[in-house]
């Protein structure tokens, strides 16, 4: 029990000498000059340490300082680039003994930094970097004694008690567009944490732009490894709230669960998104990277649900506001989109959705395959259901030159095209089965010189259909009743005309889709067509002739229609949005005189012969 006493006593004395020696003896403010003038000769910048640096001695050995701040160059809009209200710093001395570092406990509060940039390439970061080089050079310079030192001081355990961060404040300016953005990070906390264990990890922050404020909170657990190489993050749960006018309804909250791999020595980091949710859409996939080259390799999966985008689709009034100002602010030609930026990555994505809804169109399993290579982007296979048939496409963009260039290839099949036409663009023109394919080529993502640049092939097919807002048979009706001497006949009934099958095919050049070859079959009628669509325009000049194969009356009419025979022409012209049909009357007639010259002069002929063969 005496030894025991006796011991205790040395302790207690020895850590006494020790609070003493570092109160009376060796006091921490005498470096702050020597640190203010290494800080101004390497950066150029005033260093304020306003507080007296302060030991602590309970439950650690300790430091204390605060209200210390670093100067931005002259000139620039925030005179101080970094503040800080208060430090501490605490840490275990006997373990040090062991070479091992045992940090208490380590809170930082009130940090304010301030990062500016101009036009011609001044930032506050000016000057930081020179000091570090300095050293090195010199480090370089003595060779091997450096490498010594290094390799000498080796941790055989780090301990921390805990990390606390709070009340951080970022301000990033940045003259070209006058805007500052801010940063307010509320806390980042670290719990009791130790190489090789799990230890947990939150943090608070949120910040600010011009037109969006975004919030954002995590909590987890991390993992470094002995090495320092490797690190892992399990079951981290973040919560992020996006919210301003450049928000779809104002408002987002995006939730996801996630963790992570990183291992320093391969140069790979595998991340899993155990569940992710936007809104109500609800997904899940995992993504692996390889930096070791040049570019680095990232493979990934996605797998969604069911995916409703018509909450974020802007409203029909807000996008016209939205247009105006666009076309208001416009100034100068359009310019082609930058995309140097595929080539900084290679990406291997495989996509799927249970359905698509954007509006009012459904679409079902939607399955992607993308890469994107030496800045090549191919989408090698994009298909989907709808609308009782099936939509296959693939698509490659190649940004490696200034001006990019792309083809595709898209196949549509046994889709029913009233309904869709209906809830994609509000269009009850068409009806049937149909049967569509296009391949293109093309330069240039300006979207004007993507109508003049494209070049495309295609053909349609459409079975057992209708044409609405055109009524061919009625109009045959009225061009009957004109040619009997009844000039003031009217259309009436529903505007539809029925057919069994229409083909075609179509190409598209200059900005101008040209279809040669229209044909469509009915009962009644038979019609052909051609003529093109200017996209850049929207206008369209397309000329019809039909024949009649029946009775107009309908099936089972007694006799052949006065018009059988005579092709009668029709005009389509006025624009996409707003297409016009008309009944060429001029045509029909002398198509009508010409067949009646014609049956007078068989008959004539029919008259002579049978005169000459009775002589």
């Known amino acids: 029990m005496k030894f025991v006493k006796w011991l205790v006593i040395v302790f207690a004395s020895l850590f006494i000498l020790l609070i003493a020696y570092l109160t009376l003896i060796f006091d921490p403010n005498d470096f702050k000059p020597q640190i203010v003038e290494a800080v101004k000769k390497q950066t150029g910048r005033d260093l304020f340490i306003n507080q007296d640096l302060s030991w ?16 931005n160059p ?29 940090i208490a406990q380590l809170n930082l509060d009130g940090l304010t930094l301030n990062f500016d940039s101009y036009k011609n390439g001044r930032s506050s970061m000016d000057g ?45 300016y940045d003259e070209a567009t006058g805007q500052v953005q801010a940063l307010s990070l509320e806390s980042l906390t670290l719990g009791e944490f130790a190489l090789g264990q799990f230890a947990d990890l939150g943090y608070k922050f949120s910040m600010t732009q011009p037109d969006m404020k975004v919030s954002s909170q995590g909590k987890g657990q ?31 909250n995006i939730n996801l669960t996630t963790g992570l791999e990183l291992d320093n020595n391969a140069k790979t980091m595998a991340l899993v998104l155990s569940s992710l949710n936007i809104e109500q859409i609800k997904a899940q996939g995992k993504l692996s990277v390889n930096y070791g080259g040049k570019v680095p390799d990232v493979v990934a999966a996605m797998s969604f649900g069911d995916i409703d985008v018509t909450p974020f689709m802007a409203k029909d009034e807000a996008a016209k506001g939205e247009d105006k100002t666009a076309e208001g ?4 030609p359009a310019k082609e989109p930058d995309l140097t930026g595929m080539k900084a990555v290679n990406l291997k994505l495989d996509l799927d959705a249970k359905s698509v809804i954007a509006d009012k169109i459904k679409t079902e399993n939607w399955l992607m395959k993308l890469t994107l290579k030496n800045g090549v982007l191919d989408v090698s296979q994009l298909s989907a259901d709808l609308y009782q048939g099936k939509l296959l496409a693939s698509v490659q963009l190649d940004g490696r030159k200034p001006v990019a260039s792309y083809r595709f290839n898209k196949k549509i099949s046994g889709i029913k095209v009233r309904p869709l ?9 068409l009806a049937g089965t149909t049967n569509f394919e296009v391949a293109g080529t093309g330069f240039s993502l300006i979207p004007d010189n993507i109508k003049r640049n494209l070049n495309a092939k295609g053909q ?35 505007k539809k005309t029925d057919f069994t099958s229409l083909t075609g095919s179509f190409t598209m050049a200059k900005g101008i889709v040209t279809n040669p070859d229209l044909n469509m079959a009915s009962p009644l009628i038979r019609l052909q067509g051609k003529g093109n669509v200017n996209l850049l325009s929207e206008a369209i000049d397309y000329a019809l002739k039909t024949s009649v194969v029946g ?21 389509i012209g006025g624009t996409i949005g707003e297409p016009k049909f008309s009944l060429d009357t001029a045509a029909l007639f002398d198509a009508k005189l010409k067949k009646e010259t014609e049956k007078a002069t068989d008959e004539l002929k029919d008259k002579l012969f049978k005169k000459l063969g009775g002589l």
């Open 56 to 71: 602590t001695f309970f439950p650690s050995i300790g430091i204390t300082l605060g209200d210390i701040s670093l100067s």
């Open 74 to 102: 002259k000139g620039f809009k925030h005179d101080t680039m970094l503040k800080v209200d208060g430090i501490v710093a605490e840490v275990a001395l006997l373990p040090l003994l062991s070479k091992e570092v045992e």
């Open 551 to 571: 009775s107009l009356e309908g099936q089972g009419g007694a006799e052949k229609d006065v018009l059988y025979g005579v092709d009668i022409p029709f005009a």
């Open 128 to 172: 930081l970097t020179s000091g570090s080089e300095k050293g090195s050079d010199k480090t370089e310079g003595k060779g091997d004694t450096s490498g010594a030192a290094q390799g000498s001081v080796q941790l055989s355990s780090l301990n921390i008690g805990g990390i606390a961060i709070t009340n951080t404040q970022v301000n990033l």
């Open 329 to 332: 602010k416009a100034s100068g």
């Open 222 to 252: 991390i993992k470094v490894d002995t090495n320092l190489a490797k690190i892992a993050i399990k079951d981290f749960e973040i919560e992020n709230s996006l919210e301003g006018d450049a928000i779809p309804n104002k408002r987002m």
């Open 421 to 429: 036409l209906t809830d994609a663009a509000e269009v009850d023109m």
């Open 460 to 494: 349609f097919e459409v079975a057992d259909g209708a044409l609405y807002g055109v009524n061919i048979p009625q109009m045959l009706r009225d061009a009957k009743a004109k040619l009997g001497g009844n000039l003031n006949a009217a259309s009436s009934g529903e």
